[in-house]
């Protein structure tokens, strides 16, 4: 179908969560958001409890489109407090700074030395090969130090499997590129360098992301709370929820996981149905602090080494300073785990409200006034070595019957809250074109 549609199309978007939202914002009236829960948002929520502001989910807004930076500071009326990166790795009982492709002068010297041999080797490589998997891709990037020190470590604590099963495709756009001179300057002569796909962001100066999620909300002609997709029924192009609503449609936008969509569609073909199964994912527990006292450095830290359950910890008093009461600090700790093997969550709590005393990051349990806790079944998605196939085949379907997909788990890929809105900006301007 092509050409420019003159009349309006009537356009359901499964999802109130960012992308779904700015889909919509685009589309107007033309366009019902159909929400399973009674916020919008989708992950973009907050909770406050006790003074503290308490995100489900860490969300920091960085930018490369001024359109994208305009659009928020315009929907949050400018509530918006601006910073730069402060972000370190604890490795080797010590703190250093992040990137630590650039940063290594925190640790000891021989892990420093072995760090700069195996960066130095893979710039000096004459022939480039091309890579058979992540763990691959991360050696032919970085060398045997800076892998062993950090990438390996950590991308096994965040992918729960070996990285020889995952490719490199959309594992890698999010992680800064590595130079043996920016190392030199940033190791060996402690200089500042800013580099990275975020050194700069900003968060809302009040009611956490949600404050966002709302303020889009507001703009949007028609959203139905409290409806989950239960069918979609490609032969009357009928949508029908869990509470008896219908409604027919003649484009569909899903951000949805791509799995559940699947799913729910009655007359999908067993290929497709089979290739929405071996999808994979990480889920993710993570354990919100309020707690009495002062803020530890930095906005965020990672922990590569297993000996620690966690694998980043992020510090929401320093995205905003209303984010706690006065001389407290809020605290997001997060872990993840494969779907398909659930821990006891009771005993990872305690495990990981441990590991912070012993580094520090807590002083004593008695300071502690909030613990929530959040489950994130999808946090992740894995591109494992059927992920091209399986996703190429679910994608020619949806295609060639109008559902348009989009988000980070509509579309099944990696994205940021700036990419999210832009994918619902495309979404939005094919359907009025009428592609």
Same mark, same amino acid.
């Given at each position: 179908?092509?050409?420019?549609?003159?009349?309006? +199309?009537?356009? &359901?978007?499964?999802?109130?969560?960012?992308?779904?939202?700015?889909?919509?914002?685009? /589309? %107007? @009236?033309?366009? #019902?958001?159909?929400?399973?829960?009674?916020?919008?948002?989708?992950?973009?929520?907050?909770?406050?409890?006790?003074?503290?502001?308490?995100?489900?989910?860490?969300?920091?807004?960085?930018?490369?489109?001024?359109?994208?930076?305009?659009?928020?500071?315009?929907?949050? +009326?400018?509530? &918006?407090?601006?910073?730069?990166?402060?972000?370190?790795?604890?490795?080797?009982?010590? /703190? %250093? @700074?992040?990137? #630590?492709?650039?940063?290594?002068?925190?640790?000891?010297?021989e892990v420093q030395w072995k760090c700069f041999e195996g960066l130095l080797d893979v710039t000096l490589q004459k022939e480039e090969t091309t890579a058979q998997n992540y763990r691959e891709w991360l050696l032919s990037k970085f060398g045997l130090g800076l892998c062993e020190l950090f990438f390996f470590p950590y991308n096994e604590k965040q992918w729960m499997r070996p990285l020889e099963d995952i490719i490199p495709a959309g594992t890698t756009k999010f992680t800064p590129k590595a130079s043996i001179k920016e190392f030199v300057r940033g190791t060996f002569l402690h200089e500042d360098i800013i580099t990275g796909y975020n050194p700069r962001f900003f968060y809302p100066l009040t009611g956490g992301i949600e404050s966002l999620s709302k303020a889009m909300a507001e703009k949007i002609e028609s959203i139905s709370y409290n409806e989950e997709v239960e069918e979609i029924t490609l032969s009357t192009r009928t949508v029908k929820t869990k509470q008896g609503k219908k409604i027919n449609f003649d484009y569909l936008v899903s951000t949805i996981p791509l799995p559940k969509l699947i799913q729910a569609i009655t007359d999908a073909p067993s290929k497709v149905k089979t290739a929405a199964t071996k999808l994979s994912n990480i889920s993710e527990f993570s354990l919100n602090f309020g707690i009495k006292g002062k803020p530890p450095p930095g906005q965020w830290t990672y922990f590569p080494e297993k000996k620690y359950t966690f694998s980043r910890l992020s510090v929401g008093s320093r995205f905003s300073p209303n984010m706690a009461p006065k001389g407290c600090y809020s605290l997001w700790v997060e872990t993840f785990f494969d779907p398909k093997n659930k821990p006891n969550f009771v005993e990872l709590k305690e495990k990981i409200t441990n590991q912070l005393i012993e580094i520090g990051y807590i002083k004593n349990k008695k300071d502690i006034m909030v613990c929530q806790e959040v489950i994130m079944p999808f946090a992740y998605v894995v591109y494992d070595k059927e992920y091209e196939e399986n996703v190429k085949i679910i994608q020619d379907f949806l295609q060639a019957n109008r559902i348009k997909i989009a988000g980070r788990f509509g579309e099944w890929k990696y994205t940021s809250i700036e990419e999210s809105i832009l994918d619902g900006w495309r979404i939005a301007k094919e359907i009025q074109e009428g592609k």
């Open positions: 179908m092509g050409g420019t549609r003159s009349k309006k +199309e009537s356009v &359901v978007v499964i999802g109130a969560g960012i992308t779904g939202m700015s889909c919509a914002i685009k /589309l %107007g @009236k033309s366009a #019902i958001v159909l929400e399973r829960t009674d916020l919008p948002g989708g992950l973009c929520k907050t909770d406050i409890v006790k003074g503290f502001v308490l995100d489900h989910v860490i969300h920091l807004v960085h930018w490369r489109n001024e359109e994208v930076r305009t659009f928020i500071e315009k929907a949050l +009326e400018h509530n &918006v407090n601006y910073f730069n990166r402060e972000a370190y790795v604890y490795a080797h009982n010590s /703190l %250093g @700074k992040y990137p #630590i492709q650039i940063y290594v002068d925190a640790y000891p010297k």
